[in-house]
């Protein structure tokens, strides 16, 4: 049998919109669900006279996950016949932006979620703008709640009227915008018999019609060196491929200390009991150590590609931050700024704009506010190497730390700046 598709999905919207009964529901209606599992719950809710609400399916998943009594500890599924699917973050979470920003949730395709009775809130915009800001380019909105608004046509329509005018303004086209009812299961995976005047897809049809990203497998390769070990003689460079394969025999850069080598070898974990059995070559995604035919000095942070094709080396680039912080990024302020495996000192040199992502309302002010996105100019004291966001999704972000908190996200570009390796 072929291999199975995955497609990584987020679910994002307002709190009390709807999130987690749209994802109960999801895994109850494409039978993704353990045998049992929604019998126990149903059951649970009865002995305690309370309401079955779909939320605790999944916070009894989550706190399964959590004990590590399921076996994959790391995400959580459902299957169409057309692929599978994992949910990349639980919705609700407190960290949920952070994670976003941070890429701990970078996900393929989105569902954002409105509640019927409420309509267009601050986080409706604020996360389709994020959405947008990191990339995701498919998304299916879900106005839901459509029993507690009589299945209205009307009601419907103004709402996907205002979020389309607001995606637009932005620049994004959502996919579809999908009447639902999480909790009566209306167009979830099955046609409601309540919206005849609906003609579109179900949100299962809706993801199912996304696309697999373009393989990271296919773009430039981008190692970038999380630890050096030191064993015998031997100097095992460890990280994981974020783009790219790499082959015994390759000649790598590291940047941005500019050394050249040869790949000696490629080390996996455990180690195969019989040496023949190392690999010659690996891609994005796999956790690797590698030899080298040379004894360089590399550090942790530095950044391996062919020499054929490497990342940019600056000192100052154009960045789109998403500020989370408490107190507002400030110009002329110095932060810690993590990129890859690497850091550095940033100072901000530039602040040129500042947007409110609810209701896009720009400014120029020496400060971007907690919520606010800033186009700014940041300066490093020593040489770094990176990607143009367009270019590279993984490599070409970074996070900015203020005191012990991550404060702020960013994506990068290098427009107007060159790149000094090529000076
Ligand atoms: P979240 O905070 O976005 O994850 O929202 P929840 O899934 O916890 O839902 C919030 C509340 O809305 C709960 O009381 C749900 O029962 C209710 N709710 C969710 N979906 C629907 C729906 O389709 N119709 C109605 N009437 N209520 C819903």
């Known amino acids: 049998a072929a291999a199975r598709q995955l497609l990584r999905i ?3 919207g307002h709190v009390d919109h709807g999130k987690s009964t749209l994802v109960g529901r999801l895994f109850h209606d494409t039978g993704s669900l ?11 809710c009865e002995r305690r006279g309370m309401p079955f609400e779909w939320a605790f399916l999944m916070d009894a998943m989550q706190a399964e996950r959590d004990q590590g009594i399921t076996i994959d500890t790391a995400q959580i599924w459902f299957k169409t016949e057309k692929r599978d699917y994992t949910i990349i973050d639980a919705p609700g979470h407190k960290e949920f932006l952070k994670n976003m920003i941070t890429g701990a949730a970078q996900s393929d395709a989105a569902v954002l979620v409105i509640d019927a009775t409420e309509g267009v809130q601050e986080q409706s915009r604020r996360h389709g ?8 380019r498919q998304i299916a909105v879900a106005v839901n709640k459509m029993d507690a608004v009589g299945y209205r046509e009307d009601v419907f329509t103004k709402i996907e009227a205002e979020y389309r005018d607001y995606l637009a303004s932005i620049g994004v086209t959502p996919t579809f915008v999908v009447p639902v009812s999480a909790r009566e299961g209306d167009n979830i995976a099955t046609r409601s018999q309540a919206m005849e005047w609906y003609d579109g897809p179900t949100v299962v049809g809706a993801l199912d019609s996304f696309q697999l990203p373009a393989t990271s497998v296919d773009r430039p390769l981008r190692f970038p060196i999380q630890d050096v070990y030191k064993f015998d003689d ?6 994981r491929i974020e783009s790219g394969r790499l082959h015994v025999g390759d000649e790598l850069m590291f940047s941005p200390s500019n050394n050249t080598a040869r790949v000696k070898s490629i080390e996996v974990w455990p180690e195969p009991s019989d040496s023949d059995a190392r690999p010659n070559t690996v891609g994005a995604g796999q956790c690797i150590g590698i030899t080298l035919d040379d004894q ?4 942790r942070g530095e950044m391996a590609s062919h020499t054929t094709n490497p990342p940019v080396e600056t000192e100052v680039f154009r960045a789109k931050l998403f500020w989370l912080g408490r107190k507002p990024l400030e110009k002329g302020k110095i ?11 940033v100072t901000v040199q530039e602040i040129e704009h ?4 609810t209701d896009l309302s720009s400014s120029t002010t020496s400060k971007v506010e907690r919520n606010q996105v800033g186009e700014v100019v940041l300066r490093s004291r020593r040489m770094l190497a990176l990607d143009e966001h367009t270019r590279n999704g993984r490599t070409g972000r970074f996070v900015l730390i203020d005191g012990y908190d991550i404060a702020g996200g960013g994506i990068i570009s290098m427009e107007g700046y060159a790149d000094q ?3």
């Open 34 to 44: 353990p045998d049992g599992k929604f019998e126990a719950i149903r059951k649970m």
């Open 10 to 12: 987020v679910i994002v």
């Open 234 to 239: 031997r100097r095992i460079l460890a990280g």
């Open 296 to 299: 360089l000095f590399v550090e």
């Open 354 to 357: 500042v947007l409110d992502t």
């Open 129 to 136: 703008y994020l959405l947008h800001l990191l990339g995701v």
């Open 335 to 345: 932060y810690k700024m993590k990129i890859g495996t690497g850091e550095a000192q």
């Open 421 to 423: 390796r090529q000076l």
